[in-house]
Structures are given as C-alpha cells and as structure tokens.
C-alpha cells in the first residue's frame, strides 16, 4: 500500500483516479484550490482534501500526482521534487492503472467521452467486468469510474495532455483530430500545444505505441491516415472502412442502421442518441470491441442500452412544457454537430451558449456564430474563463461578437447575463421547444436551474 497524493484532486479526472486508487487499497489524499460537491464526496468516502496547495500535505507521502494545469513552479509541487518524492503527472498515473490489463484508450477532439462510456456499456454488456476511467459521470458506471475486477481496463485520453503520447495500448482509438488545445500565440503554457504540428507530432507518438489503432474514414480527419501509417489498423466510418453503417436512418432522437464489419453484414444497430456525430461515436466504440474479440451480440446490447453520458445531450427536465438539455459542446464543431441534432427534433431550438477559454474562443468565435446560426434563437453568456486571463478581447467583447455577426445575417440573437438570461428563460419558455445549455464551464448549472433543482452540479 502506498500513499498517493493527487492535486487538482478536485477535477473529474483526478477525481476518478483517486478513487481508483483507494478501491485498491492505497492511501489517497488531495488538494485543489476550491472545494466543491466533487471534494465533498470524496471526503465521505475516506480521501482527505485539503483546500489549496501546500507543501505542509507532503508529509508520509509516497507519490505526488500533479494535473496538467499545475505548474512546475508551485511550491507544494516543488517541494515534492527537492525531497525526492516520485511526481507523476495524470497521464503516468492512468499507463499505471492501464498495465493492469487489456487496454483500450480514447482520444480525439470530440467525442472521446461519448465513445468511451459507449465502449464500457459494450463491455458491460459482455459481462468482462471491466475496469473504466471516464471524462464524465455515467450512471451504469454509478459515476465516472469503474474497479473491475476482469481483463479489460478503458480509458478516456485526454489529448490536451502532451504526456498521452507516452501511454502503450492494445487497442488506441482516435475519434478525429484538429487544431484544438492549440495555443493562439506559439506560447507554451498547460494544456495547449505550441502549434497543431507538435499536437500531431503526439499524435503519431500515441499511434505508434499501439498493438492496433482504430481511426476515422471521415475525409475531414485525412490527416490520420497518415498519422497511423504503418501501424496495424483499422477504419470506421458512416459510408466507408472497415465498420460502416448500412440504411442509416437519423430519428429525432436516436438512429437505427445495420452494421458492416470487413464486408459482412452483422445484424442491427438502434441508438437512443441522436445525430451522425453519435452514429460515428457508436462505430467508433464497435470496432474497438470487435477488434477486442467481443461479439457482435454484446455491440449490439451495449448501444441499444446507452442513454448517454452526463452533459452529452443529457434531458434536464422541462420547463413550461419546453424539454431542458445540457450539453458539453465547447468548440466550433462540437457545437455545429450539437445544433444539427437539435434541429432533427423539430422542436424550436433555443440554444444559451458559453464560450469556454479565452484562448480557444478568441480564434473561434466566428465559427461559433456559424454554427448557431443553426438555431432559431442563440443567447451567449460571457465566456467562462477556465483561469485563463484575456488576450486581446474581454469575456464580453467575444459574446458580443458574436451576437453581432448573428444579428447581421438576420438571426435572433442576444448577448445576456446569467440572472438575466435565467429570469428571460423562466418567463418566455414554451411547449414545442428546446432549450439547450452549452459549453464546458458552469452553464449546466443555469439548465439545472431552470427546471427547479436548487443545486449546483
């Protein structure tokens, strides 16, 4: 037994780590700069947690975890290295928990979440008692983690850590890949990328250390067909590659298809989550288990019985007949395939946008417009920060922005506050819309608002 001590303990992925840890008998403690509902919890089930960071929390400790965002000068951080302590960043610590077993990890721009609980509720389905580290809370998963007890270990992998090239896998899955976590101005700082060049770079590192990689036919990620060249591989994709769909039908609020695996037709696939995005997603999740050796029968079992994982197109509850969803879309595409989901519904869609990170939103603004313009009213909040601080436009300037571009094309748009936009929400809904929150700051606690849950979440 050893005592691991996780700072930024407080985030999802930290947070699920800890937990690992502690189901397999370890001593975890942690520290974050805010407590919230997250630390709580952790709190009640035996991990302490500190508020802040000090290096006064290294006493009988065994191994420091540091998240990304923590910087090399922190003083806790550096006290742990001048006495010689082990420092582990996240990413060394999920390798860890990955050589337990047969590996399966996920990354890419969008969709690494989705595909990954998709993945576990296969698994789950084929009773290998897997063990899972996810991005989000996923109810089957009864949070964001699973301690399996079987062979297979699954694992969201964040990219915007330039470490996830160093993991080893059995079997990598690259859901897409374009410039995000990017920085603006060439200047290093946590989790952004110097240029899409390095981000590549990492890529390739990631795929080359794989016994098998899964990527996309999609010919607006061509670049990793080159990124994965001559490693043993395989492709998935709506029209095309080895797992493809075969008379896909999008519903309003699902789709059903047939699955081609290398040429054969295995049977049928129904999805209780819209949109192509998630039909992507879905084979995604197939082909890794498939080239895992799972049978066809468990895909099928674990898609049919996915619903979703927390903030991916997840129903809040109604509000004056108008159907409440939260949603994480924080980037241009992300939030382009969100709004063309929202449009197979035939609801009205009213989409309360918050841009996340000055960084992202000051090269991505216009394309946020883009792709709003796709609903029938966009309100956009100020950008949340992330504890970045501004470079050349303020949180409002940038929702301003793209209001304006909206209003010109004739569009209904409306930069608000967030009493305002609470108070305006409250007392304009209707039935036949749907009201979607998006992004990946703390807009998911204004839906959970507007439907009468008095907790933040």
């Not at 994480?328 to 989901?341: E, R, V």
Request: net charge neutral; with cysteine; proline share 5%.
């Amino acid at each position: 037994m050893k005592h691991y001590h996780l700072m930024g303990i407080g985030g999802i992925g930290m947070s699920g780590l800890a937990r690992l840890l502690r189901k397999d008998g370890h001593l975890v403690s942690g520290c974050d700069r805010h407590l919230s509902e997250v630390t709580r919890a952790l709190e009640r089930e035996g991990i302490r947690v500190y508020q802040g960071h000090s290096p006064d929390h290294l006493k009988g400790v065994d191994v420091l975890v540091a998240s990304t965002a923590i910087a090399e000068s922190e003083p806790e951080l550096a006290a742990a290295r001048s006495l010689g302590l082990p420092v582990w960043r996240r990413i060394q610590l999920v390798a860890e928990l990955l050589k337990g077993g047969h590996s399966l990890g996920v990354t890419g721009s969008h969709g690494k979440t989705s595909t990954t609980a998709m993945l576990s509720s296969i698994f789950l389905a084929a009773h290998t008692d897997p063990t899972v580290l996810l991005g989000a809370e996923y109810k089957p998963l009864g949070g964001s983690v699973r301690a399996g007890r079987g062979a297979y270990r699954i694992a969201e992998v964040d990219e915007s850590d330039p470490l996830f090239g160093l993991l080893e896998l059995d079997v990598a899955v690259i859901t897409n890949l374009e410039a995000d976590h990017v920085a603006p101005d060439g200047r290093p700082r946590p989790n952004y990328y110097p240029s899409f060049a390095a981000l590549q770079e990492t890529m390739r590192a990631f795929a080359r250390r794989a016994r098998h990689v899964v990527y996309p036919s999609d010919p607006r990620w061509r670049i990793l067909e080159e990124l994965t060249q001559g490693c043993p591989r395989s492709r998935f994709g709506l029209l095309e590659g080895d797992c493809h769909t075969e008379g896909l039908e999008l519903e309003p609020f699902g789709s059903r298809f047939s699955l081609v695996w290398r040429g054969e037709t295995l049977g049928p696939i129904t999805l209780q989550v819209p949109g192509e995005h998630n039909v992507a997603n879905a084979l995604a999740a197939a082909t890794a288990a498939l080239v895992a050796g799972l049978p066809f029968t468990a895909v099928q079992q674990g898609l049919a019985g996915y619903t979703g994982a927390a903030r991916r197109f997840e129903r809040v509850g109604e509000l004056n007949g108008a159907l409440v969803v939260d949603d994480y879309a924080h980037n241009a595409t992300k939030l382009l395939a969100l709004l063309k989901a929202a449009r197979r519904t035939g609801l009205r869609v009213r989409a309360v946008f918050q841009p996340h990170r000055y960084g992202r939103s000051e090269q991505e603004w216009p394309l946020y417009a883009q792709a709003l313009a796709l609903a029938d009213e966009a309100i956009v909040l100020d950008v949340y920060s992330a504890e970045e601080h501004p470079l050349h436009l303020s949180a409002a300037q940038i929702a301003q922005r793209i209001v304006e571009q909206l209003k010109a094309k004739g569009h209904t748009a409306s930069h608000l506050g967030w009493e305002e936009a609470l108070a305006y929400l409250r007392q304009s809904a209707a039935p036949g819309e749907l009201i979607l929150t998006i992004g990946a700051g703390n807009i998911s606690r204004l839906g959970r608002l507007l439907v009468g849950q008095k907790e933040a979440v």
